[in-house]
């Protein structure tokens, strides 16, 4: 069973960054491939990111691509998401999540594991 555990959030301006952080327990972190998902209010929650096992492949929404940047320490089983060039738009509720189940990433349902979220704001 692992837990994570999400910081980093909070309220920028436009154009801004933020780091977001992923802390797991329990369970080999190393063999699970993580992903950053979010929730804008009204909307259904999306993949956002992506990270296999190693860290070695990474996907993205295109919505995302050359702004963020997933990253993962399997030494200090942490996943992060580097986040910069924030727009209004990127305002929702981030997720991490892990999944045993797949090598690099895999849709919503492959995930079992979900940190509580942590809330991004970002101000026009």
């Known amino acids: 069973q692992v837990q994570l555990a999400e910081s980093g959030g909070g309220l920028v301006q436009a154009g801004g960054s933020l780091r977001l952080s992923c802390a797991a327990s329990g369970g080999t972190f190393s063999r699970h491939a993580m992903a950053w998902f979010r929730q804008a209010p009204g909307k259904e929650r999306v993949l956002v990111a992506a990270t296999s096992r190693s860290g070695g492949s990474t996907f993205y929404a295109d919505s995302v691509k050359g702004r963020f940047t997933i990253s993962r320490d399997n030494a200090k089983n942490t996943v992060y998401l580097q986040m910069n060039s924030l727009k209004p738009e990127d305002t929702a509720v981030y997720y991490c999540?892990?999944?045993?189940?797949?090598?690099?990433?895999?849709?919503?349902?492959?995930?079992?594991?979900w940190g509580q979220g942590t809330q991004v704001a970002v101000s026009s």
């Open positions: 999540a892990a999944t045993l189940r797949y090598t690099n990433y895999g849709p919503e349902g492959a995930y079992d594991y």
